[in-house]
């Protein structure tokens, strides 16, 4: 199957300094990317989609300039935590949708914990 | 919310026996997606059902949709040690893109020795 690269599996970081998450499709171009945050004991939040080329579609109630995403490239999707927070503090998950393959599943990294002491 | 329903929220078994779950959701869709995740780790995708379809099988696995009711059901047989994880149900809605999912809430799956 697909796969997905997502990097780094966890992150420790202080207070006010930016953390970069980086999602890479290794094995198709992918036109987009999903962005999910997960808290302990609970399901998947979406917090955007990523549109290669485009601006990001954020949900909402996510903050666009606290998540920055960028979709620079078919393989590459970047989310940064900007200035953290201690409750940035959370598990936090990319998947990835090819099109032109009609009903499918999507792939998933295998997330970055982010801790913001 | 955006969130469907799944229940029960924990199931504890022992190995060999059966494992149901069910899960709701709330809009008309073109598939439901079964997923499971591990602790700490990323979601694995198990089965796809389209609306079109009632049942599907995959080795242990077997899914079940209802439109009607707007609710699935995932039924692991023979269960594991192994098959202790979080799975959780997720509906592609036909209002939105196809690829944009709406997960359940999950259900913790312990299958002791």
């Known amino acids: 199957g697909a796969v997905v690269s997502q990097h780094p599996s966890w992150v420790i970081c202080k207070s006010g300094t930016s953390v970069k998450i980086e999602c890479r499709s290794l094995?198709?171009?992918?036109?987009?990317m999903f962005w999910y945050r997960q808290f302990p004991k609970q399901s998947l939040m979406l917090m955007a989609t990523?549109?290669?080329?485009?601006?990001?579609?954020?949900e909402q109630g996510v903050e666009k300039d606290k998540f920055l995403i960028n979709h620079a490239s078919l393989t590459l999707s970047t989310l940064t935590v900007t200035s953290a927070h201690p409750e940035d503090s959370s598990f936090y998950i990319c998947?990835?949708?090819?099109?032109?393959?009609?009903?499918?599943?999507?792939?998933f990294g295998n997330g970055t914990r982010l801790t913001v002491t | 919310s955006q969130q469907g329903e799944e229940d029960p929220q924990a199931l504890s078994i022992q190995e060999g026996e059966n494992a149901t779950m069910n899960c709701s959701y709330k809009?008309?869709?073109?598939?439901l997606q079964w997923y499971r995740q591990n602790s700490g780790r990323g979601l694995v995708h198990l089965i796809l059902?389209?609306?079109?379809?009632r049942e599907k099988h995959s080795g242990r696995l077997r899914v079940t949709l209802d439109t009607s009711k707007k609710s699935s059901s995932l039924l692991i047989t023979a269960s594991r040690a192994a098959d202790t994880a979080s799975y959780f149900c997720?509906?592609?809605?036909?209002?939105?893109?196809?690829?944009?999912?709406?997960f359940g809430e999950g259900t913790q799956l312990t299958v002791n020795p």
């Open positions: 998947s990835v949708f090819y099109s032109g393959q009609g009903n499918s599943p999507l792939h």
């Open positions: 094995d198709f171009q992918a036109t987009t």
């Open positions: 990523s549109n290669e080329g485009s601006k990001a579609t954020y």
């Open positions: 809009t008309s869709i073109n598939n």
């Open positions: 059902i389209r609306s079109n379809e």
């Open positions: 997720a509906s592609a809605s036909q209002e939105t893109s196809g690829s944009r999912l709406t």
